[in-house]
């Protein structure tokens, strides 16, 4: 039993391992890379079959099924500009060495004034990814994304 609420800084644990970046740059490379040729099939590539993917406008897509048809109908309805979004890791963790959880932000290179749903690269993002490490190849488990707006949070 707890006898007040404020957990001591000493009773605090760090769940996160000392581990290079290496496999969540390396999935991001590959997404960026899907981006930039507009191949929907090579963005989901790693997603796994019971992937939960949470979408800007709070819509979850429920499995590979789901989320591969919004995306390959997103994907074919613009034409694909090489740079146009930029993927950056901005943290990785790896509370088990076969988990990573990290923020991947996507940056707009022609950013527009609201977001638009349904118009990949429209507006910048920050995506938290959950990447689980099966066989030997990492998996994206979970993603949820949310507009950057930082500017609403910092200056306040």
């Not at 769940?15 to 290079?20: C, V």
């Not at 496999?23 to 796994?48: T, Y």
């Not at 949470?54 to 499995?63: I, L, M, Y």
């Not at 118009?119 to 990814?129: I, N, S, Y």
Request: hydrophobic share 45%; net charge negative.
């Amino acid at each position: 039993m707890v006898k007040d609420d404020v957990v001591q800084e000493s009773q605090r644990p760090t769940l996160s391992l000392d581990r290079e970046s290496d496999s969540v740059d390396a999935f991001v490379k590959e997404l960026q890379s899907a981006i930039d040729a507009g191949n929907a099939s090579h963005f989901n590539r790693h997603f796994a079959q019971d992937v939960l993917w949470g979408s800007p406008f709070g819509a979850v897509a429920v499995g590979f099924d789901q989320i591969h048809a919004i995306h390959s109908r997103m994907f074919a309805s613009v034409v694909p500009v090489k740079g146009a979004a930029r993927y950056v890791v901005e943290h990785a963790r790896f509370p088990t060495d076969d988990v990573a959880v990290a923020y991947v932000r996507r940056l707009s290179m022609q950013p527009s004034e609201r977001p638009s749903p349904g118009r990949p690269g429209a507006f910048d993002e920050l995506a938290l990814l959950v990447l689980v490490r099966r066989d030997g190849e990492w998996w994206l488990a979970a993603a949820q994304h949310v507009p950057d707006r930082r500017d609403v949070y910092v200056n306040q």
